[in-house]
């Protein structure tokens, strides 16, 4: 609504992630959900599968043999002293989310335009906030009832799920999945790791 301030639409606004699904309407995607902290809003954005895996991967810090293309990017930044100090969802038109990264060198400061998958993957390694404005919530966001905030789990891992057919690890001893954990990981079947660590945390 508006407060009276002229440039009410530039007030940002705190993200975090509440968690991830595959896609029902989209074959290969998943949805990435995004609420305003201390707040009922969210914001759901369709992403790709590599980006979901990596978004995955770093938020239960999974080590991998090999640095994904995003590990490799925070590398490289960090070599030049170049760090990313906050992402902004900056707009959404026709359905698309886009965002940009805040960077700096110490000396001078660059907003660099990037897809939104790929921010929310830089911003979970280079540790920094994420924010959107107040344009977009009311825009694109959805409020979510008491009832159905109550019905979520609050760990986004939790929160991950997968086709059913997909799902096939219930039969496995808590070792045997450990194992495959472990084999996932380092054949770089990083899809299949997700499936077998949320199979794991349901248990426990």
């Not at 609504?1 to 007030?11: H, L, S, T």
């Not at 390694?125 to 924010?131: I, L």
């Amino acid at each position: 609504m508006y407060n009276g301030n002229e440039r009410w639409d530039m007030e940002k606004i705190r993200l975090e992630i509440i968690g991830m699904s595959y896609s029902q309407s989209q074959s290969g995607a998943y949805a990435l959900i995004l609420g305003e902290k201390d707040g009922k809003r969210r914001l759901p954005i369709i992403i790709g599968g590599f980006e979901a895996q990596s978004i995955a991967i770093e938020l239960e810090k999974i080590k991998t043999p090999r640095p994904l293309t995003h590990d490799l990017f925070k590398t490289f930044a960090e070599s030049f002293d170049i760090r990313i100090s906050e992402v902004i969802v900056n707009k959404f038109s026709e359905g698309v989310f886009y965002a940009v990264l805040l960077c700096s060198d110490g000396k001078k400061e660059m907003e660099i335009d990037s897809r939104t998958s790929d921010a929310i993957a830089l911003a979970l390694r280079f540790g920094c906030p994420v924010y959107t404005y107040e344009s977009i919530m009311v825009a694109a966001g959805i409020l979510m009832e008491e009832d159905s905030e109550n019905s979520k789990p609050e760990d986004p891992a939790e929160e991950d799920t997968l086709p059913e057919e997909e799902t096939s690890y219930s039969e496995y001893s808590p070792e045997e999945l450990d194992s495959m954990l472990q084999s996932a990981v380092e054949n770089e079947e990083y899809e299949k790791a997700v499936r077998i660590r949320d199979e794991i945390k349901k248990r426990k």
